[in-house]
């Protein structure tokens, strides 16, 4: 497990890509290290086979998913953000079994939903249910959004909430 180099840490699952390109601009614009929430086998045979059905069915059962060992020790992160799409109104499984695992370790989270149309609220509040604990930001980020281009003013502003949780050190730092 590496070392935490920054401040912050964005990690992810993105199933079709959408979630993954956003939580990378956000990576970048906070200087943040990055790490996407992989499943066991994703890439094998196994893995192809899984269809939107089952993944909807893991969703909303609440499932476990298989996950491969997180990369980064997130309890060295001052904020660690968790991105996920949105499955039948719920949060991926993938990242609500990460949120199990690792959200105990999180010093302040903050939870970020790509999402078709709706669902978001009660993922966002399973994804708090499931790391123990209340995010410090939320930002949510629909395919209308993404149409009209408003999806960037509210990753800027979410970005923004998230730097503030450490004033005292951007002012030392001078990057603010
Ligand atoms: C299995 C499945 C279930 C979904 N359920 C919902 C839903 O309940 N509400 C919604 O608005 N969008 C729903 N969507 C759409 C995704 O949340 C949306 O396309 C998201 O941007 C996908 O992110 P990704 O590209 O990172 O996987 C669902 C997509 C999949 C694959």
Redesign the pocket.
């Known amino acids: 497990m590496s070392e935490a180099s920054n401040a912050f840490l964005v990690v992810y699952f993105?199933?079709?890509?959408?979630?993954?390109r956003i939580a990378e601009m956000l990576a970048s614009e906070l200087g943040a290290d990055v790490e996407p929430i992989c499943e066991r086998n994703s890439g094998g045979a196994q893995g192809r086979k899984r269809g939107?059905v089952r993944?909807?069915l893991d969703?909303w059962f609440e499932r476990p998913a298989d996950l491969l060992p997180a990369l980064h020790d997130v309890s060295r992160y001052d904020v660690v953000v968790v991105a996920s799409?949105?499955?039948?109104?719920h949060a991926s499984a993938p990242a609500v079994t990460w949120l199990k695992e690792h959200g105990g370790r999180i010093p302040r989270l903050a939870l970020f939903c790509?999402?078709?149309?709706?669902?978001h609220k009660q993922a966002l509040k399973q994804m708090m249910h499931a790391a123990g604990k209340p995010a410090v930001a939320c930002c949510v980020v629909?395919?209308r959004d993404v149409r009209t281009r408003v999806d960037g003013v509210k990753r800027q502003a979410f970005a923004r909430k998230i730097r503030h949780q450490l004033p005292d050190r951007f002012e030392k730092e001078g990057t603010m």
């Open positions: 993105s199933r079709s890509g959408r979630t993954r939107y993944s909807l969703a799409a949105v499955w039948a109104s790509c999402v078709r149309r709706r669902g629909t395919d």
